[in-house]
């Protein structure tokens, strides 16, 4: 099984950008697609976006395609998310998820095992 620990959470302002880290421990990272998904308070948990395990394949919903990127560094068992041009619709806990079993392409929340505890992004108007 694999630990994760995300970071880079904070307050901005709409329009600025963020990068997030999921720092991972245990397992083999390189063997886990890792996703990332948010949840706005009163809402579900909602998909931003996965990387395949070896970081060639990324996959991301239409509403954060143009805005944010994926990109890992298994050699420091990192993932990162680079959130650009944010709204305050971007505001929610942000949380990595990692699995094994899936390709990037699989965005349901459910088909994740292992979760970091998440961070909070702000996006003031």
């Known amino acids: 099984q694999v630990h994760l620990v995300e970071s880079g959470g904070g307050l901005v302002q709409a329009g600025d950008s963020l990068k997030l880290s999921c720092a991972a421990s245990?397992?083999?990272?390189?063997?886990?697609?890792v996703a990332w998904f948010r949840k706005a308070p009163g809402k579900e948990r909602v998909f931003v976006g996965a990387?395949?395990?070896?970081?060639?394949?990324?996959n991301y919903p239409d509403s954060v395609k143009d805005r944010f990127t994926i990109a890992r560094d298994n050699a420091k068992n990192a993932v990162y998310l680079q959130m650009n041009t944010l709204k305050a619709d971007d505001t929610a806990v942000y949380y990595c998820?990692?699995?094994?079993?899936?390709?990037?392409?699989?965005?349901?929340?459910?088909?994740?095992?292992?979760w970091g505890q998440g961070t909070q992004v702000t996006v003031s108007s």
């Open positions: 990387v395949s395990w070896g970081g060639v394949r990324t």
């Open positions: 998820a990692a699995d094994e079993r899936v390709a990037p392409s699989v965005n349901h929340p459910w088909a994740y095992d292992y």
């Open positions: 245990g397992d083999t990272f390189s063997k886990y697609t």
